[in-house]
């Protein structure tokens, strides 16, 4: 019974040094794509660090502004009620004809007060009949605490928008890190193949991931 002798081809040197060529090159890009996700990681953090700081303020700030609007608006609201109880006090002595104590009331006019006071006398309000009903209703009647508590109002709303707004940059960004994270962790594994094909397949992955990720990075704003 004759025996077959199976005569296997050595491999070439040419095909080895190719294989750890290419090798070579999957080592690199890994490497490449390991120090570019690791920056975008920590940019990232950087910059949502920095916009969780901005939410933390502009709530603060909100809420500031609002607590000051709610106290301003109080004292405007004792202005009006003083301004209404003066005004009823003068307009009482002075049907009753007491000029003396409608003199005294008058002198306790606010300043905020006159304009309007004296707005409403010219409209002749006893013979008149088309005459406004109160000097509070004229035009002229202002309340500074109440535009003061009108703007920090606005403020507040102003600022706790602009919290809501730094909460969903931070969220964004967070988000980026996950995914600069991905790609840490597919190019970290693709050393371990020794396959370079899936080598290959989960670089390309990787640097899809770092491209997407860096697109996102350049979509946010920054402080």
Known sequence: ??????????????????????????????AVL???????IAWSGYQAAKWSGMQ????????????????????????????????????????????????????????EFLPAFNAWQAEDP???????????YEPQYHLANEAKANALEDLGNRRFNEGKDATDHTDAYVLT????????FFAGISTRF???????????F????LAYSAFRLSTLPRL
Do not use: C, K
């Not at 491999?11 to 070579?24: F, I, K, T, V, Y």
């Not at 007491?98 to 008058?106: F, K, R, S």
């Not at 006893?126 to 509070?136: D, E, K, Q, R, T």
């Open 1 to 30: 019974m004759s025996e077959h002798v199976h005569i296997h081809a050595p491999e070439l040197p040419e095909s080895r040094a190719e294989g750890r060529g290419a090798e070579r090159v999957y080592e690199l890009v890994a």
């Open 34 to 40: 390991l120090s570019l996700a690791t920056l975008g």
């Open 56 to 111: 933390s303020r502009r709530y603060a700030q909100a809420s500031t502004a609002r607590a000051e609007a709610n106290r301003v608006s109080t004292a405007a609201g004792q202005d009006r009620l003083q301004d209404l109880l003066n005004f009823n006090r003068w307009l009482e002595v002075s049907t009753q004809g007491n000029q003396v104590l409608a003199d005294l009331y008058e002198r306790r006019f606010r300043p």
């Open 126 to 136: 006893v013979h008149n009949p088309n005459a406004i009903a109160s000097p509070l």
């Open 177 to 184: 890190t996950v995914f600069f994270a991905a790609v840490l």
């Open 194 to 204: 020794d396959w370079l094909q899936l080598r290959a397949a989960v670089l390309v």
């Open 206 to 209: 990787a640097t899809v991931g």
